[in-house]
């Protein structure tokens, strides 16, 4: 089973500033990684997929990079709605695995 | 647009099995991979398992001894089957449409397992 690690747990940021979290595989999962944003009582919503593109509706100010086994997503300026938990999740191997999550939180 | 949504039980008393339905609308079964995923209190997801339209499916390890997932695209439904459950089984069920990430997804029954 394929082990992400997600850093840092918690980012405390305010309104407007960058935010970058990262994730690492225990493998090599090429580029097979998407990222999931988690705010209380809702479900996940899918933000990137395949490390970089953004899923529909996802504003520009969310990006994702990385390949092999370091991930990293970047929100440029973040605004009120963007404090939540964030996810990755690998789809290289079975079984489908998520990291462990970062959460962003208002400073 | 498509969306989902579970239903199914919120209580279940151990040893008991959970079935749980997940509802297809706005959209057909006929492509995709159809997923259930769960998030036990205050912790990360797990992915349970998923099923083709085709009928062939994939199970977690951890988890494969206990579960069945099945479909019918005529009601355009697919399902989950978890045995002997126990109170680490407790947990907010959610199904998903997986592809290169899971999206959409439906918004979670949470189902408790207790005496």
């Known amino acids: 089973e394929i082990l992400l690690t997600q850093s840092p747990a918690t980012l405390s940021l305010s309104p407007g500033e960058r935010a970058t979290l990262s994730c690492r595989a225990s493998?090599?999962?090429?580029?097979?990684l998407a990222w999931y944003q988690q705010k209380p009582g809702q479900a996940p919503r899918l933000l990137i997929y395949d490390v970089s593109h953004r899923a529909t509706g996802i504003p520009p100010r969310f990006s994702g990079s990385g390949s092999g086994t370091d991930f990293s997503l970047t929100i440029s300026s973040l605004e009120p709605e963007d404090f939540a938990v964030y996810y990755c999740q690998q789809r290289s191997n079975w079984p489908l695995t998520f990291g462990g999550g970062t959460k962003v939180e208002i400073k | 647009q498509v969306q989902l949504q579970e239903s199914g039980p919120g209580l279940v008393k151990p040893s008991e099995a959970l079935s749980l339905t997940c509802t297809v609308s706005g959209g057909s079964l006929s492509t995709f991979y159809w997923t259930w995923i769960r998030q036990p209190p205050g912790k990360g997801l797990e992915c349970i398992g998923y099923i083709y339209y085709s009928g062939s499916t994939n199970y977690n390890p951890s988890l494969k001894s206990r579960v069945t997932i099945s479909v019918d695209t005529s009601k355009n439904q697919f399902y989950l089957r978890l045995n002997s459950m126990t109170p680490a089984d407790t947990a907010v069920y959610y199904c998903a449409r997986g592809s290169a990430g899971f999206d959409p997804w439906g918004q979670g029954i949470p189902v408790t397992v207790s005496s």
């Open positions: 493998q090599s999962i090429a580029t097979f």
